[in-house]
């Protein structure tokens, strides 16, 4: 198991909930302070500085006119901690392949991160969460096939070494594609993409990619990761190794009991300050239409963030997973063995006004007494017992009163 | 919705299927709808289909059908249409087009008005009068329900209800808005080159607005018209968007004084 630790760098000075209409996309900028702003950038940057110092690797993100997240470049942050750290893998997951214009500067500024680092990159691909679309003025219909077309482009960019090759697709065109640099590692850097149930998963699958799967919970892993699993046992012949599938949480480990709960609620800040205006949750085409009519009309929460969340029920989804040492291993143990295993985990470890030393210490803590255990735990990964566990192991209900269902590939 | 002796039709035109509703009889009338989807469901054609010949396609990608592989964007859509006033072989065509529709007939009119006696455009997008910072049209897909409701509506209270529609209804309004995403993202329900090309209209144009449209408003509307010779604007008071809706007779006594 690897564990990969990230922090959405959210701006969390803001002012009271319902005096603004959503926290993304149309929230004025007025309420960022640059100062603060620094502060918080910094502070960032020396979490994963500290991550890379507990032995974790480093995982970034990015989004766009958000407080939940002020990283709207994270070939930026990429390129920071690619020389601040030594020995750490940075991953970037990911590039919104699908809302950009030039896809070509992407695999530029990848080969650089590539570089810089001496070949530390795991280079992330997302179709992005539906309120990216307004801010990238990009039509979300066909996204899909956008992301994949901007991934041809990219992986071409990378992996052709004889002079300028051509590209004219059908939304990204380019005649003479050469870059400088190319990447350092060979052929190129590990690829990884989001996905959800349905077909998203089988084009990850046939590539060999991981497919990163965030906050689906018990309710949804069986699904997405035996799609996955079945799309690349049909397309190779074989079975798909464990460092193929990754899963996101929350997480906060404490020895003290309250301040566990006070820490994991803090870090469910993610969860609980999400209030987005409907018509960014739902950009023409994100979702098929009978999706977006229940995103419209019936009240489903557009990118698998819960309406109101609670930290019990959290946890009890597979979200969050959140106490002692002992009991995080243990939810963690549980919840992998109940998806079928997997080789990552990407570890939301700070959110909202999580604390300095409430973040360092429970990375520590994590790093010390989880960590050791969860990399056992995958060594003796054996596929065969996987499955009698698993057959151990019926199906758990979703939980509808939640509306937690609607498929999202950020 | 109406109970009325209107038929369905289909043609295949570049491998796709496109329904149209035929009705009535006389000259050829061909109705273009907007993003709200076919308005042969509303009374108003009724009334048109005494005098005229009414041919209403739908737009592929509204009304449940599907949007062909092939589609990007408006102009797939006008030559489309193109094609349909050429597999149907109609002449003396009375064009109208609603918003978006309104869009695609004009720039069907600068193509190609052979087929065509007479434009009008009811609300119509496809211009962009005002500078780079100025929002002609209002963004719909960035705006509430609500709010759409009252750029839409003179009187909103009389728009429908979208919670009280069946699921089925509710899945074809959230496709029929991502169609008009479809044809109207970006540039946003324009085409930057349309007003040098409006001089080619050579057929008798009227411009019929709501006076409190507020998604395009009549000064939009009067822009409109002074890019094209020789046209008129007309306004319906107490009525938005969709005047056909909120004065239907007001608006069959314009068109049919025009065209009739």
């Known amino acids: ?410 | 919705m109406n109970d009325r002796s209107e038929t369905m039709h289909r043609v295949t035109l570049q491998g796709v299927e496109v329904p149209y509703a035929r009705m009535g009889s006389g000259q050829p009338m061909v109705l273009l709808h907007g993003g709200g989807g076919p308005v042969t469901r509303f009374p108003f054609v009724d009334e048109l289909a005494r005098r005229f010949e009414i041919i209403a396609p739908i737009h592929p990608g509204f009304a449940g059908t599907p949007i062909p592989e092939h589609f990007d964007d408006m102009q797939d859509l006008v030559y489309l249409h193109l094609d349909l006033l050429d597999a149907l072989d109609l002449h003396d065509v009375v064009l109208v087009g609603f918003s978006m529709g309104g869009w695609a007939a004009a720039e069907i009119a600068v193509m190609n008005c052979r087929r065509l006696s007479k434009l009008i455009l009811v609300d119509a997008v496809g211009i962009k009068p005002g500078g780079r910072e100025s929002r002609d049209i209002a963004d719909v897909f960035a705006v509430t329900l609500d709010e759409f409701k009252r750029l839409i509506w003179h009187d909103p209270a009389k728009a429908p209800d979208f919670a009280a529609m069946d699921e089925a209804q509710q899945a074809i309004f959230a496709g029929d808005r991502v169609a008009l995403g479809l044809y109207t993202w970006q540039p946003y329900m324009h085409n930057p080159k349309l007003p040098r090309r409006l001089h080619r209209v050579t057929v008798p144009t009227l411009l019929i607005w709501g006076e409190s449209d507020r998604l395009v408003t009549p000064e939009y509307g009067a822009a409109f018209r002074d890019m094209i010779p020789g046209a008129t604007l007309v306004t319906i008071p107490e009525a938005g968007h969709a005047p056909y809706m909120e004065q239907p007779a007001r608006f069959v006594e314009h068109v049919l004084s025009f065209a009739g």
């Open chain 1, 1 to 410: 198991m690897k564990a990969w630790f990230f922090s959405e760098d959210a701006y969390p000075h803001l002012p009271a909930e319902d005096s603004y209409e959503s926290i993304r996309v149309n929230l004025p900028n007025r309420h960022y302070d640059p100062e603060v702003g620094a502060e918080l950038y910094h502070r960032y940057l020396d979490m994963w500085l500290m991550a890379e110092e507990q032995g974790l690797e480093i995982m970034l993100n990015e989004h766009h006119q958000t407080a939940t997240c002020v990283v709207p470049a994270v070939p930026i942050m990429a390129g920071i901690l690619a020389r601040q750290t030594t020995t750490a893998r940075i991953l970037v997951l990911g590039n919104p392949i699908s809302n950009i214009a030039r896809p070509v500067r992407t695999a530029e500024e990848m080969a650089m991160v590539d570089v810089i680092s001496r070949g530390r990159l795991e280079c992330g691909f997302v179709r992005g969460v539906p309120y990216e679309s307004a801010p990238a003025n990009v039509l979300p219909y066909r996204g899909t096939e956008r992301l994949w077309e901007a991934h041809d482009l990219i992986v071409k960019a990378w992996t052709d070494h004889d002079g300028p090759f051509n590209f004219e697709g059908r939304w990204f065109h380019a005649r003479q594609v050469n870059i400088w640099p190319r990447p350092y590692q060979q052929p190129h850097p590990p690829v990884w993409v989001t996905i959800g149930s349905g077909p998203s998963a089988r084009p990850v699958a046939e590539h060999k990619y991981v497919g990163a799967v965030f906050l689906a919970g018990y309710p949804d892993i069986r699904r997405i990761f035996d799609g996955y699993r079945a799309a690349y046992e049909q397309a190779h012949g074989c079975e798909t190794p464990l460092d193929r599938l990754a899963y996101a949480c929350l997480l906060y480990v404490s020895e003290d009991a309250q301040d566990a709960t006070e820490g994991a609620n803090e870090v469910l800040w993610y969860m609980t300050s999400n209030k987005v205006a409907p018509q960014w949750q739902n950009p023409p085409g994100y979702h098929p239409p009978q999706v977006a009519a229940k995103v419209m009309f019936g009240g489903l929460s557009a990118a698998g963030v819960p309406l109101q969340p609670t930290l019990e029920q959290q946890i009890a989804r597979g979200n969050v997973f959140a106490g002692n040492p002992d009991q995080v291993f243990e939810q963690i143990r549980a919840f992998w063995e109940y998806s079928g295993g997997f080789g990552h985990l990407l570890v939301m470890g700070q959110a909202g006004f999580l604390s300095e030393a409430r973040t360092n210490n429970s990375l520590r803590l994590f790093a010390k007494e989880v960590y050791p255990r969860l990399k056992e735990l995958t060594a003796g990964y054996d596929s065969g017992r996987m499955r009698e566990l698993r057959a151990a192991l019926p199906d758990r209900e979703s939980n509808p009163v939640d509306s937690f269902r609607v498929d999202f590939v950020r």
